[in-house]
């Protein structure tokens, strides 16, 4: 049986952002939060060993979001996926959507974000360090 676990709509104060006055007055980050567990024949145990405490998944989120300052959202949700796979030993994919509500740009919207998706396999490719450049 394959189960996923949703939290959904963290909120939380953060510093990040690609320019200084985000990074140094701050705003509202919304986290969407989704993970696939490793197979088990049945739930009917009712055993939290099969499972993951959402609490821990909501603090371990929010942990890493406020250990550093991130410029993209990219990055942060990518730290915040892998962070969970390597907390989470029952963890087989991660899926990170973030969202800023007052992102600096000159026209009304709603919310801007990005969503992430990694799998344990994800964990053992070394990144690249190149850069794709685009005009």
């Given at each position: ?32 939060i989704s993970a696939t ?34 410029q993209t959202l990219e ?61």
């Open positions: 049986m394959r189960t996923s676990i949703t939290i959904t709509g963290l909120t939380t104060y953060g510093y990040h952002g690609l320019f200084e006055e985000e990074r140094s007055l701050g705003q509202r980050f919304t986290f969407d567990l490793r197979e088990v024949r049945t739930h009917r145990s009712d055993d939290l060993d099969c499972s993951v405490r959402y609490d821990a998944v909501v603090d371990e989120a929010v942990r890493i979001a406020s250990s550093r300052k991130f990055a942060l949700g990518e730290t915040i996926a892998a962070g969970l796979l390597r907390r989470f030993a029952l963890m087989e994919t991660a899926t990170v959507a973030v969202a800023k509500s007052s992102p600096p740009i000159a026209h009304t919207i709603e919310r801007v974000g990005i969503q992430i998706s990694l799998g344990r396999v994800d964990l053992e490719i070394e990144p690249d360090n190149t850069r794709m450049v685009t005009a």
